[in-house]
């Protein structure tokens, strides 16, 4: 009887499957933490702060996104919240004050002069920023 040879996966095979398995996870990792985690409310409309700030009635309940940083905590209280002047850098590239308040639910955030925070807000029936959601830039 003759004998059969013994076919089997060539090691370097294995080896080039696997590095380039390794490559497509860490594209799509890298591709989903550039797009996907950077704005997590990227299907919101941008709030338009010059509008705003002429005219805030004409935005009521309505939700918005922007980005800005804290500067400095102008109220308290047990009731409604707490309340912030943002600093919102405009594409001009100039910027403006923002008044955002910071419902009650948001208490367990740490929010601190200088940190920088992805907002979603609602314009609400008094024309103030109510923040609906928020994360950490």
């Known amino acids: 009887m003759a004998r059969r040879a013994s076919r089997s ?9 696997a590095i380039w398995g390794i490559i497509v996870i860490g594209g799509g990792y890298w591709l989903i933490k550039q797009f996907l985690i950077k704005n997590p409310y990227r299907a919101v409309q941008e709030l338009d702060v010059p509008a ?3 005219n805030s009635n004409s935005l009521r309940n309505n939700t918005y996104t922007f980005s800005g940083t804290v500067w400095t905590s102008l109220a308290w ?8 002047s943002v ?20 208490n367990h955030v740490n929010v601190q002069k200088g940190q920088q925070f992805q907002f979603l807000v609602q314009v609400d029936e ?3 920023l109510r923040v609906k959601s928020m994360d950490k830039v």
């Open 87 to 106: 600093e919102v850098i405009l594409k001009s590239g100039a910027s403006e004050m923002m008044p955002v308040l910071i419902p009650v639910e948001f």
């Open 126 to 128: 008094h024309g103030m």
């Open 9 to 17: 996966i060539h090691p370097g095979w294995i080896a080039s499957i």
């Open 77 to 84: 209280s047990s009731r409604w919240g707490r309340l912030f």
């Open 52 to 54: 705003f700030l002429e």
